[in-house]
């Protein structure tokens, strides 16, 4: 059983596309991380948030605390956007836990 | 220059091997982890440590073995590599700051096959 769960595990948008990746997890969070990692390989934090949104350029997260569940929104999708976005979370002992991720592919 | 770096980045070696890999940071961070990832699965935790003198085995420790030369330096090694240690690894860094929760840092990771 997976402390975090993402869905969709693979997503074909077309560019300009709205995308949403959902992430549920199931023990006490600290904080709720989403991290891209690049075709390449390289993980990069995108977000870290403990309530509420965050907004960074095209990227939009949001957590629901009582509902356990944390969405990635992507405004206006490019193909640069391509890459698999992973949600973690950081429980209360600061372990962290991280979901299989999302494989995004956007196509012009 | 990269906050987090590892080397080798690529490495093939035989069954029955040891291993190490090598990672460094800049970020004057307290806090270090070493992850392997595998196709399909998330990411999982190998080892961990906080600072130089506390070290943690993580979810999946069996088979390695770590060591924290210095606050920047982490090194993980496999004594005797095997193929199912064939994986992509990962090695991250977090602050210990106050308030929720530590952001990661990660570095380029290392390719390791096990033939």
């Known amino acids: 059983k997976n402390e975090v769960e993402q869905s969709p595990q693979n997503l074909t948008a077309q560019e300009g596309e709205f995308i949403t990746i959902n992430c549920s997890y199931s023990?006490?969070?600290?904080?709720l991380h989403w991290l891209q990692q690049h075709p390449g390989g390289g993980i990069v934090s995108l977000f870290m948030?403990?309530?509420g949104k965050k907004k960074h350029g095209r990227l939009i997260a949001t957590i629901n605390i009582q509902e356990k569940h944390s969405s990635l929104h992507i405004t206006a999708s490019h193909p640069r956007d391509s890459a698999v976005y992973i949600c973690?979370?950081?429980?209360?002992?600061?372990?962290?836990?991280f979901g299989t991720g999302t494989s995004l592919t956007v196509i012009p | 220059d990269a906050d987090v770096t590892q080397t080798p980045r690529n490495r093939i070696t035989k069954t029955g091997k040891r291993i190490m890999l090598e990672c460094s940071q800049t970020?004057?961070?307290?806090?270090m982890y070493w992850y392997r990832q595998d196709p399909g699965l998330g990411l999982r935790l190998i080892y961990y440590?906080?600072?130089?003198?506390?070290?943690n085995k993580g979810e999946i420790s069996d088979g390695y073995s770590v060591s924290r030369q210095a606050q920047a330096k982490f090194s993980l090694s496999l004594e005797s590599a095997i193929p199912n240690q064939t994986a992509l690894y990962f090695c991250?860094?977090?602050?210990?700051?106050?308030?929720?929760?530590?952001?990661?840092?990660f570095g380029p990771g290392t390719r390791l096959t096990v033939l």
């Open positions: 970020k004057g961070h307290d806090r």
């Open positions: 440590s906080f600072d130089v003198k506390d070290i």
């Open positions: 973690a979370v950081t429980n209360t002992g600061n372990q962290f836990y």
């Open positions: 991250a860094t977090s602050d210990t700051g106050s308030g929720s929760g530590y952001e990661q840092f």
């Open positions: 023990v006490g969070i600290s904080a």
């Open positions: 948030l403990s309530s």
